[in-house]
């Protein structure tokens, strides 16, 4: 299910006829337009700008976490699993240009997960492979991804985690529990309005031990 980003598995000619399918070539399209539109555009996401970065900035100014003293209260009481992701970006590069790349990082990422999760719950090949590419290319996925939002973020983790579970309870790896575990986990702490996901991964794993 992993094969398509497993680097044993890379072939030139293989990827190149891939990408040369309509489908393929659509999501390499839209990822070198979010790419270039990332590198020419400041970010301008409202909560990122109002909130987020600021809070990072205090906290490196600050070489620590604390509670913020501000009249928007937006900086304390907001979730920060994706300001810890582009903490070292700040702190490194000194810029908010480069955290784009967190989105387009997790957007290259979809239609592996995708097909991954579609194959697990029973999907037939072609279907998956048709909704692979397709998934990554709706309005919501494609408008984030070379933006500093977290929605990208948080149901890229939210996927990751379905797929990991799917892939444990048919392989029984442990190291594919933990890193379900892992991605519920930073999908969480990116959003907790993504609680409620947590039930269709639970069962997953529960459903491991059942024959349901």
């Known amino acids: 299910m992993l094969g398509i980003c497993s680097p044993l598995s890379f072939n030139v000619s293989k990827w190149r006829r891939r990408f040369c399918q309509p489908l393929p070539f659509l999501f390499l399209f839209i990822l070198f337009l979010a790419t270039v539109g990332g590198l ?20 490196l100014m600050a070489e ?39 989105n387009i990082i997790c957007f290259c ?31 919501g996925f494609a408008l984030q ?14 996927l990751a985690s ?11 790896v442990a190291r594919d529990l933990h890193l379900s575990l892992f991605a519920a986990g930073l999908m969480t702490a990116i959003k907790p309005t993504t609680l409620p996901i947590l039930l269709p991964i639970a069962f997953l794993y529960l459903t491991r031990y059942s024959h349901l």
Not at 40 to 59: G, I, Q, S
Not at 72 to 101: K, M, Y
Not at 112 to 130: K, L, T, W
Not at 162 to 172: G, I, R, S, T, V
């Open 109 to 139: 990422l979809l239609p592996s997960h995708s097909y991954g999760f579609m194959r697990g719950i029973g999907v037939a090949p072609r279907v998956a492979r048709a909704w692979m590419w397709l998934l990554p290319a709706g309005y």
């Open 64 to 102: 620590r976490w604390e509670w913020i003293h501000a009249s928007n209260q937006n900086v304390n009481t907001r979730a920060c699993g994706f300001e810890w992701l582009t903490v070292p970006l700040i702190s490194v590069l000194h810029s908010d240009r480069p955290l784009f790349l967190i």
């Open 162 to 172: 379905c797929h990991f579970a799917l892939l444990w309870k048919q392989n029984a």
């Open 40 to 59: 020419l555009y400041p970010p301008n996401n409202y909560d990122a700008l109002n909130y987020r970065l600021p809070r990072v900035a205090h906290w």
């Open 145 to 158: 991804a070379a933006s500093i939002g977290n929605d990208l973020t948080a149901a890229y983790f939210a």
